[in-house]
Structures are given as structure tokens and as C-alpha cells.
């Protein structure tokens, strides 16, 4: 009658219950304090780098994001990044 959620779910390393009480609380506080981990430093650029996708539908070149194929396109996403210093970036004025 109990069939799992999820067929792809992660198994409960932990089978007692907690200091909290319920089943699952130790992942459920790793969860919380990975979320406290501060994101890394990146600028726009660095991030695109990393973590941006094209997809073959709405790019010639499908695949992990380059920064080097656009390069006129670095400056631009850096001075947006949080660490630029920039207050205003008004379009047409020069950087």
C-alpha cells in the first residue's frame, strides 16, 4: 500500500528519529546550512562562463556558454556585476 514518491529519490541514510523529532532532519539542516554558504565572487562574465547553456533551438553553436566567442560582450556584462562599483550605467555613454 506505501509505494515511494519518487522512484529517483535519495534513500534516508538516517532510520531513527532525531533530537528534532521526525525522520530526516539532519538533511533537511544541510540543506539549510549549505544555503547559508555564500555564493562565490563571480563576475557576469566568469558566471556565464560556468553556468550558462545555449540551446540548440536559439543558438548556431549549441553548448556551454563562451565568453571568448563574444569578447565586446565581457565589458559590458562586467560593469553589471556587483563588484564593478558602478551606481548607473546609462546606454550610450562611454565606460
Do not use: K
Amino acid at each position: 500500500m506505501s509505494t515511494p514518491i519518487s522512484t529517483t529519490s535519495p534513500p534516508l541514510t538516517r532510520t531513527s528519529y532525531d533530537s528534532f523529532g521526525f525522520r530526516g532532519a539532519d538533511i533537511l539542516l544541510q540543506a539549510w546550512r549549505d544555503g547559508l554558504r555564500p555564493d562565490p565572487r563571480l563576475t557576469v562574465s566568469q558566471w556565464a562562463d560556468q553556468h550558462r547553456m545555449l540551446s540548440s533551438r536559439a543558438s548556431a553553436e549549441p553548448g556551454r556558454y563562451r565568453t571568448n566567442r563574444t569578447p565586446y560582450m565581457r565589458d559590458i556584462m562586467d560593469a553589471l556585476s556587483p563588484a564593478c562599483g558602478f551606481r548607473f550605467i546609462r546606454p550610450g555613454i562611454p565606460i
